[in-house]
């Protein structure tokens, strides 16, 4: 028996690597960490997407993949909580006037702090 397969050509050679489910949100995140030069910052952005793993932030400053930060994430319903996550830029797709930035969370579990 013969099997056609239907694939987009856009798709050849794509290989989905999350390893978590991603939630599209649109929350409030703040991003704190140093530019390279040193210079420490605070960044306000918004939350595209998050899974146990990491998320998809969109901010104005321009980072660079590596890049270690601090993220907070503004809990919904939650008034001045939010949670806390150390992570790292694993991309950066640079656009104006925000630029999307995906970055990996060191644990799976956050802190919860206020603000």
């Known amino acids: 028996m013969f099997y056609q397969l239907a694939v987009r050509p856009w798709e050849v050679g794509l290989i989905e690597r999350r390893r978590a ?10 991003v704190e960490g140093s530019d ?3 210079q420490n910052f605070e960044e306000t952005g918004r939350l595209q997407n998050l899974s146990s793993a990491g998320a998809l932030i969109s901010i104005a400053r321009l980072l660079q993949t590596g890049s ?3 993220v907070l994430i503004k809990i919904p319903l ?8 150390s992570a790292e830029v694993i991309r950066v797709e640079a656009s104006k006037p925000d630029s999307s930035v995906a970055i990996r969370f060191f644990t799976f579990r956050p802190k919860f702090v206020s603000q």
């Open 68 to 70: 270690k930060l601090d």
């Open 21 to 30: 489910r991603r939630f599209a949100v649109g929350w409030p995140v703040k």
């Open 78 to 85: 939650k008034k001045d909580s939010w949670m806390k996550y």
């Open 36 to 38: 390279a030069a040193g």
